[in-house]
């Protein structure tokens, strides 16, 4: 069970940090001590900090971010460098900008307390907004509040004014203050830290009368010392604070309430640790019922209790912070696994509680997304929960909790759990990057491959690879203005045209699309100098068309993950088959066999002897496009040589289905380029040679439910059955040009004529890659050839499954260990086996228009008309071609 989707939510979904603190002013930053970053330690315990679990596992990431050795001397040395920008003369303010936001990276906003110790030493909340994704908002600490109100009352009144007069005087200001806040969008919260006032055992609404005297006689002693104290270390005055906080937001007219956060558990050693547990405060939450309250710091090491207030009351949040860097990693653990013991995770929230330094967020984030993994992906696999589940559960602690209680505005909007994609398994350092971060990324990338040339590419409706090519300083022009969609355009008749640019009838030759370019399938190649982009295709306002190649399988894809659960895997073989130029004079025959290609055959090692020869294509295989397919980030699973003179193959490794065909096109593109730079000619024709194989694309396939898992037969038997069950239409997208059809020939392991299935069956059209003891979602299609657009085709053989499990299609195809041509009618009937392939790309496209199932889970019905029109004038223009002069214009072509 791999659990994709839900590592990748778990390592992208954005965070709301529900509660953290301002970074220091440059100024400023020496005053406090690095090793303050994960430890609530300070003075002489800091040294001792450097032998916790913490302290070490904080080292190792931090210096696996700063490319240095991981020792506290050397990740010391590098962040002081950091810090000291102004004294490096090859740094700059940008540097430390950028190291800011690599440590705030997958953060969405930042709910900041500015009460710490040294505000004065701190950014304001507003200037942290370049960090983050949304604006950042303010939680208004009450005793900082109080202690300027105090300060200023006792400075401002008479020496002889009655105590309980400066008493009322000072929490007249204090409510006034307190409702501007209330009133005021920027500040979402409260925070009490009252817990270093004396504790949290709160006394209930009908004892503070009782409090009063007490009260009284602290302001007293307040007003005798001039108004001077280090901190308003007051028990009643502080409790007379907390119990007015929590008054004046229940009798607010809003209908959001404004929480109040409270610091519990987890901190230095000013607190009273049994006095620290939630648990003190069960008689003050009950009297406030409609005063959100949170819980902080996961309580530690009381974080049972606050997973039990949060469940009990509606009104109780538990956030699960702090202990993220302060503890060890299986320390974090245990914290994740006791708060989902008893609490609802709608009720948990989560922070940082980064203050001062950046890599207080980085270390928080880093650390919190591996242990949900551990600890999510270990839930999964027991049962206790499915990973739709699991991934609301990400999403609700980390965004959605946070910004329904806070009442958020956010400019990110997380996807629906179903349609999470599994396309990149990022690390968390690189997570939910902004668009900007994006585009430096890209123009990073630029920059050192040493870009001259971008190609934005696309595939056709006749399967032509295309692309226009911009110059880089044009591309990098386009980044730093936004380069979003409607940078670049294309004109809408680019999905009419035929290989020799006539477009058909039904297009015409006005309108132009607006290019989205995907710069995340940004890859190098396929000529030196050169990088390519796939793009998709926009309606000029934007909107997707569902003409668009791309986009129409990328909506295949999230519509059986949304509706069903369904995730895929998509691996493509490549077979083509080198060729070279013909220099016979006055020949018609522009291409020849390769000369040195004696004893040529499957796998045979004497096809790759001369593999080191200056000149041969096995040693240009062998070194320079494998450093191609290397560079451009395509990996491979193996090649060898095929059947057909000069023919190979070269076997990708699986990916979803995008990404799968981008890698195909772009591999394609590389292949043909490095082959065509030595003088040779790349050919993808179906059936090159009468008397020998033909070339296909073979895919091979796995598909996996979130809900049921891996390799199940309730799941992917009705999948493949549905694809059997379509298969005369879908071989219209499979075997997309006329020439195809030369290769559906029997007993050549080519796929044959017969619809069937087998289990390790060469012969058959799909066949299951496990044996009869290891089944498994692992089957391959081997109708595919090289002329079919794998956009289209794949988005024909997932929909087609899909619609078998919606369906519950029953395999009523058994499996055939031999090979159908050779089989009698009744032995074909026995097994299932009534029906064949349409015989031309004729009946095939009738077979399309027919399926009125299969046309329906596409979703697309204008995308199928264009894709008949375009073909039957492909058959028109072939159709009039001589079968040599075909067989030239192909490989001209393709």
């Known amino acids: 069970m791999d659990l994709k989707a839900l590592r990748t939510a778990i390592r992208t979904t954005s965070i709301v940090d529900n509660h953290a603190h301002p970074l220091l002013k440059a100024q400023h930053q020496d005053k406090h001590s690095l090793l303050s970053i994960a430890t609530e330690a300070n003075g002489e315990a800091l040294n001792d900090s450097q032998s916790s679990l913490a302290h070490i596992r904080a080292v190792k990431q931090l210096a696996g971010l700063l490319d240095t050795e991981p020792t506290w001397t050397a990740v010391e040395s590098a962040l002081k460098a950091k810090r000291h920008w102004q004294e490096d003369a090859g740094s700059s303010p940008d540097n430390w900008t950028e190291w800011i936001r690599t440590c705030m990276q997958g953060i969405e906003t930042l709910l900041l307390d500015d009460g710490l110790d040294g505000a004065g030493e701190t950014l304001d909340y507003s200037m942290h907004d370049p960090f983050v994704t949304s604006k950042c908002k303010r939680i208004v600490r009450i005793e900082a509040l109080a202690e300027d109100i105090i300060r200023r009352c006792v400075a401002s009144m008479a020496a002889a004014e009655e105590t309980r007069v400066v008493l009322l005087t000072i929490f007249t200001d204090f409510e006034r203050e307190i409702r501007r806040c209330l009133a005021d969008p920027e500040v979402v919260g409260f925070k009490s830290i009252i817990c270093y006032r004396g504790g949290l055992d709160l006394p209930g609404i009908m004892q503070m009368e009782m409090e009063m005297p007490a009260a009284v006689e602290e302001v007293g002693s307040i007003v005798l010392q001039g108004g001077e104290f280090t901190r308003l270390q007051h028990k009643a005055l502080n409790h007379l604070l907390v119990h007015a906080t929590a008054r004046l937001i229940a009798e607010s007219i809003s209908e959001h309430k404004k929480p109040i956060q409270f610091h519990t558990g987890l901190g230095d050693n000013d607190i009273v640790l049994t006095k620290s547990s939630p648990s003190h405060m069960q008689t003050f939450i009950a009297d406030y019922p409609t005063v959100p309250i949170v819980i902080l710091h996961a309580s530690y090491p009381w974080t049972r209790e606050a997973g039990y207030l949060a469940a009990m009351y509606p009104n109780v949040y538990a956030d699960v912070g702090e202990v993220f860097p302060f503890i060890s990693r299986q320390g974090q653990e245990s914290v994740m696994k006791q708060i989902l013991e008893l609490c609802p995770w709608s009720k948990i929230l989560w922070s940082t509680d980064g203050h001062w330094f950046p890599e207080t967020y980085v270390l928080a984030t880093m650390q919190m997304r591996e242990v949900l993994e551990t600890t999510l992906c270990d839930l999964v696999r027991d049962g206790d929960l499915n990973e739709l589940q699991a991934i609301q559960l990400v999403q609700d602690i980390l965004f959605t909790n946070s910004t329904k209680l806070y009442n958020l505005q956010t400019e990110t909007t997380l996807p629906i759990p179903e349609s999470i994609s599994t396309t990149a398994l990022v690390d968390s350092r690189s997570a939910n990057k902004s668009t900007s971060q994006s585009r430096r990324d890209v123009v990073k990338t630029l920059h050192e491959r040493g870009c001259k040339w971008l190609r934005l590419v696309w595939v056709d409706y006749t399967a032509s690879t295309r692309c226009r090519v911009i110059p880089v300083k044009q591309a990098l022009k386009a980044l730093e203005s936004g380069g979003g969609v409607g940078t670049w355009t294309n004109t809408m008749a680019a999905f009419g045209l035929l290989q020799n640019d006539m477009p058909i009838p039904q297009i015409t030759s006005t309108g132009m699309y607006k290019l989205d370019v995907d710069w995340s399938s940004l890859r190098a190649g396929p000529a030196p100098g050169h990088m390519s982009c796939f793009s998709e295709f926009r309606e000029p306002d934007g909107s997707e068309t569902s003409l668009c190649p791309r986009t129409l399988l990328r909506n295949v894809v999230e519509k059986a ?265 009744e032995q074909r009937n026995e097994l299932g086996i009534t029906d064949m392939f349409p015989a031309n790309l004729e009946e095939a496209l009738a077979a399309l228009q027919a399926d009125t199932a299969l046309l329906e889970q596409l979703g697309a019905p204008g995308f199928v008309r264009r894709y008949v029109d375009v073909k039957k004038a492909e058959i028109g223009i072939l159709s009039q071609m001589e079968e040599g002069e075909r067989r030239q214009w192909i490989m001209e072509r393709y």
């Not at 295989?621 to 090649?639: H, R, S, T």
């Not at 043909?672 to 993808?684: C, K």
């Open 561 to 825: 993950r949304a509706s069903q659960g369904l995730t895929f895997l998509l691996g493509f073989e490549i077979e083509f088959v080198i060729m070279e130029r013909n220099q016979t004079p006055g020949t018609k025959e522009r291409f020849q066999p390769l000369k040195n290609d004696d004893g040529h055959a499957w796998a045979v090692a004497r096809a790759l002897a001369d593999t080191g020869r200056p000149g041969s294509f096995n040693t240009i295989l062998d070194g320079e496009l494998a450093d191609a397919l290397v560079a451009a980030g395509i990996e491979i699973e193996q090649y060898h040589a095929e059947s057909a003179p000069g023919q190979y193959e070269i076997v990708l490794s699986p990916l979803p289905p995008l990404e799968a065909c981008d890698a195909l096109v772009h591999a394609r593109q590389l292949i043909e380029s490095v082959a065509a730079r030595h003088g040779f000619r790349v050919t993808l024709h179906p059936k090159p040679f009468t008397a020998s194989c033909g070339t296909a694309s073979h895919v091979h396939m796995s598909v996996s439910s979130l809900t049921k898992g891996d390799d199940k037969p309730e799941v992917y038997e009705p999948f493949y059955a549905g694809i059997l069950r379509h298969f005369p239409a879908v071989i219209a997208f499979t075997y997309s040009n006329p020439v195809s059809y030369e290769r559906m020939v029997d007993s050549f392991w080519a796929g044959g004529r017969w619809i069937m299935w087998g289990r390790q069956n060469k012969e058959s059209p799909l066949r299951q890659c496990g044996g009869e003891s290891d089944p498994t979602s692992h089957w391959e299609m081997k109708c595919l050839d090289g002329l079919a657009n794998p956009y289209f085709a794949a988005a024909a053989i997932l929909s087609a499954g899909a619609l078998g499990v919606a369906t519950g299609e029953p395999m009523v195809w058994k499996d055939c260990a031999s090979d159908p041509a050779k089989l009698t009618p």
